[in-house]
């Protein structure tokens, strides 16, 4: 019982992650336990991306740092022991716990003079109120901190399920390594795609960002541990 608890309130961590009503309907669908003889789905394509939700969802219940790339080439470090999240990256850092949450950012130094020790770079923080949740105000605050083409794991998923409610809609499935991929198009929407890897990580994910970017994550490495200085801001040393 405990165990499953703890599935439905990482359930419901990712419907406040998804910044879509269609994405909220399909993990509430989740959240049931299903009969043993459940009728087709009236939404197939949303059954795929719940298939995916559900993978997922177990790999939010791990400790876990992950490297990914976007599109353009910048790289974001990414560190979870729920519920707390880190993501580091291009001077940019953004952490959420339950005691708070911390938007830093760090300008280059100075090139040093000649025989000179290089300066630190100067670090200004902004602190919110703690989380346990990722909330679409989160959500929306961790893309833009990395210059709209980041998204976290949860709204990945949650562009696919915005997109299985339109019209015309088609999916597919296929392998990227061992990680399970869905693709879903619709009527006037981009293709996106998103793969979930068997330790339920995001594995890629090619789509929209919050901010409209078109992106693509590549997740390069990843440790099955996380350190507890991930979740500690730096120093500031500047006032924001």
């Known amino acids: 019982m405990p165990r499953n608890n703890s599935k439905k309130a990482l359930l419901s961590a990712i419907v406040a992650g998804a910044l879509t009503l269609g994405f ?3 993990m509430a669908k989740s959240c049931d336990t299903p009969p043993k003889h459940q009728a087709q789905p009236a939404n197939p394509a949303l059954e795929l991306v719940d298939q995916l939700a559900s993978r997922l969802v177990l790999g939010l219940e791990s400790d ?55 300066a630190q770079p100067s670090v200004s923080c902004q602190e919110g109120p703690g989380v346990d949740t ?7 605050a961790i893309s833009e901190a990395f210059g709209g083409e980041f998204l976290a794991p949860e709204a990945a998923l949650g562009r696919l399920a915005t997109i299985a409610n ?4 088609r999916t597919d499935t296929s392998k990227r390594g061992d990680a399970q991929c869905v693709s879903v198009s619709a009527t006037g929407l981009r293709t996106e795609t998103a793969c979930i890897n068997p ?11 919050d901010a409209g970017k078109a992106t693509r994550l590549v997740l390069e490495y990843t440790t099955p541990s996380v350190t507890a200085e991930a979740f500690v801001p730096p120093k500031t040393t500047v006032k924001p």
């Open 64 to 118: 876990a740092t992950m490297q990914y790339t976007t599109a353009s080439g910048a790289i974001v470090i990414v560190s979870q022991s729920s519920p707390r999240r880190a993501y580091r990256g291009g001077g940019v850092t953004y952490i959420a716990t339950p005691d708070g949450t911390f938007l830093c950012h760090a300008a280059p130094a100075p090139s040093p003079a000649k025989g000179k020790k290089a």
């Open 199 to 209: 330790a339920g990580l995001l594995a890629y994910f090619e789509g929209t960002t």
């Open 166 to 169: 339109g019209e015309g809609v």
């Open 24 to 26: 909220a309907g399909m």
């Open 134 to 140: 990722m909330s679409p105000s989160q959500a929306k």
